[in-house]
């Protein structure tokens, strides 16, 4: 039996057990044979309320594989050759006589029978807080949002949300009817879900005098809880000698108040001279390390699984994804640990948020120049502050020949665009908030062509036959244009747009592609070059459509989400969309060359290559581990 509701369905499968039992007829001309069959004439099953089963069986008892002799005409029960209604039970009478009555939830003559709306008429058993929804004989109830069904009362009661612990630590929590209410402490700021301490500390007040506030003022909220208090003198500088006084641990402290290595003394030994020069400073803790410790001591030093914990790198700064202990309630932040808007997940796959701390590089690995002339085929991909070269034979890349091209200080290479006519190498920089270009030849210089308005540039495009560049701002949520120079700037598109990532553009038809990751509602759009006939290409099926390119071969629009895990393909118009591979890790960029697909890899960490014909993957991972970001090619020929 199949049961459906609200366009879903659930099978399920009884058996019914049942005994027939009949008396011969003492008056009847036939005999009786040994072995008789039952023939089921009639069956009816109904689901009604959720929790009752009813069912109706006309069965005929006879001779096997046939009639029972003498009998001219069966009653249409037996037959189901009547006029009853399906919704009705067949009431045999005598001869071919018979009744219908509708069965329960139904009514009528029993030839046309309605489904009664309890709902309507007020013949519902729901209780307050639920709403009652009509089936087919019968009605379910439902309880409203913020309330759960109790089996012992059988009404629909409050559920306290603030025993599930859903706001933040630094938040207290207010039950209500229906729903409850997080509001972060006094001086820390959020939606209560997540709450961050107070980030301009009182310009009054010195480093060393702010520090030892905040301290005490955390042994204010946490009683009994013993802490280190910071020691100033009276200009409010730290003085070069700290103690705590609770254990008789002794250390000297530089200007910044941190410690200094080698100097720290046991309860009742000699101090250590803190007028001595110290041979090593220590690294000074970041504000992510400072709050990491802040609630440690919160939880008493032992946080559940469900606990949220500032995610800190080797470095002290904020990674860009943060979540609220191992639970799927994920966001990203800027350097600052300050929430993104429009980027929080509630499902088991991350967001894709970007880093804008750039990793220290190795002086001996800055290019501050172009290292090579790199020629076609070739793949470049960037990695944080680099963009590789890898040459490829036919469509494999050599991974021995692999080359850093550029390695800038400071910089996250995100979204990379080729023009193959003037062998320019153009790129996004989320570290610097800038875009460059450069000439791929050996020695080149890289310049900055837009330096100024930029929030969080990521996706990038050359138009190489209009001779202009077209990018996205996932910081302002828009899309500009300009010329390959950056001169005759300006914004096409600022409006219904929440995380855009990836941008492309096709020459030949005038078109421009981007896709929008919003968490809420991610899309594929399309537009002309002047931003005008916006149109949604793609939404169904959507998470995180990071990657996009055209395959100019089989003239396709093609994406990866890294939600969803596919790899698909369109026509341009939208139409005639299949799914290319369905078992990707975390895409970020996509280029297409010579019937292979090449995608950076979160994953991985990697590059990854699809063959178009076989569908068989390769991949590439570079010695270096961390995230890639945008990949280009450059082609054998300029087309």
Not at 103 to 113: E, P, S, T
Not at 344 to 351: E, G, H, L
């Amino acid at each position: 039996m199949v049961v459906s509701e609200n366009g879903g369905s659930e099978t399920f499968s009884y058996r019914l057990h049942q005994n027939v039992s009949f008396r011969n007829c003492e008056h009847g001309p036939w005999t009786i044979p040994d072995f008789q069959q039952v023939n089921v004439e009639h069956l009816m099953v109904m689901f009604t309320e959720g929790t009752t089963l009813r069912y109706a069986i006309i069965n005929q008892v006879g001779p096997v594989g046939g009639e029972l002799p003498g009998l001219v005409e069966l009653n249409p029960c037996s037959t189901g050759k009547h006029h009853c209604d399906p919704m009705a039970l067949c009431l045999p009478g005598d001869g071919i006589q018979y009744h219908c009555q509708c069965a329960m939830g139904f009514q009528g003559d029993g030839r046309n029978c309605y489904d009664v709306d309890e709902c309507a008429d007020g013949l519902s058993s729901c209780g307050p807080h639920s709403e009652c929804v009509n089936m087919p004989g019968g009605h379910h109830c439902h309880c409203e949002p913020g309330y759960e069904f109790d089996l012992d009362l059988h009404v629909c009661v409050d559920i306290n949300e603030c025993f599930l612990q859903l706001c933040h630590p630094f938040a207290s929590c207010s039950n209500t009817q229906g729903s409850f209410h997080c509001q972060c402490w006094p001086e820390y700021k959020g939606d209560g879900f997540l709450c961050q301490p107070p980030q301009k500390p009182k310009p009054s007040l010195t480093v060393c005098q702010q520090h030892r506030d905040s301290l005490q003022e955390s042994l204010r909220m946490y009683r009994g809880l013993e802490a280190f208090i910071p020691q100033c003198d009276e200009k409010g500088q730290y003085k070069p000698l700290q103690c705590l006084g609770t254990t008789g641990h002794c250390w000297c402290v530089d200007s910044r108040g941190q410690e200094r290595v080698g100097t720290r003394t046991m309860p009742g030994t000699v101090h250590a001279n803190c007028d001595q020069p110290a041979a090593l400073v220590p690294r000074v803790e970041t504000v992510c390390e400072r709050w990491k410790l802040s609630l440690m001591s919160h939880y008493n030093g032992q946080p559940s699984p469900q606990d949220y914990m500032p995610l800190c790198d080797a470095h002290g700064n904020f990674l860009p994804v943060q979540c609220y202990g191992n639970s799927s309630f994920c966001w990203c932040v800027d350097h600052q640990g300050v929430e993104i808007i429009g980027t929080r997940s509630y499902n088991d796959v991350k967001p894709p948020c970007i880093s804008g701390d750039a990793p220290p590089l190795n002086n001996a690995l800055t290019y501050p120049v172009i290292s090579s002339s790199p020629s076609g085929p070739a793949i470049l991909y960037a990695q944080a502050s680099q963009i590789v070269a890898i040459p490829l034979d036919e469509t494999d890349p050599v991974q021995e020949k692999s080359t850093v091209l550029l390695a800038l200080k400071d910089s996250v290479v995100i979204g990379m665009d080729y023009d193959c006519r003037e062998n320019m190498l153009y790129w996004t920089d989320f570290g610097r908030h800038t875009i460059n270009r450069v000439v791929l030849v050996f020695g080149s210089q890289p310049e900055a062509i837009i330096s100024q308005g930029l929030v969080q540039p990521e996706g990038i495009a050359v138009d190489t036959v209009h001779r202009k560049l077209f990018w996205v701002d996932s910081g302002k949520d828009r899309i500009e244009t300009s010329g390959l120079d950056g001169r005759n700037r300006k914004v096409l598109i600022d409006s219904d747009l929440v995380n855009p990532r990836a941008i492309i553009v096709d020459a030949k038809s005038g078109t421009l592609y981007w896709t929008d990751w919003n968490r809420d509602a991610p899309k594929i759009e399309s537009s002309t070059l002047e931003g005008h006939k916006r149109k949604v290409l793609v939404q169904v099926g959507l998470m995180l459509p990071n990657a996009l390119t055209l395959d100019f071969t089989t003239n396709r629009l093609c994406w990866a989400d890294a939600g969803s895990k596919k790899l698909e393909c369109i026509s341009p118009d939208g139409t005639q969309r299949r799914v290319f591979q369905d078992a990707l890790d975390y895409p970020f960029s996509l280029a297409v060359y010579n019937s292979h697909f090449y995608y950076t890899d979160w994953e991985r960490d990697g590059i990854l290559v699809i063959d178009q014909i076989n569908r068989k993957n390769t991949s590439y991972v570079p010695i270096q581990q961390s995230h890639l970001y945008g990949i280009t090619v450059i082609p054998s020929q300029c087309l």
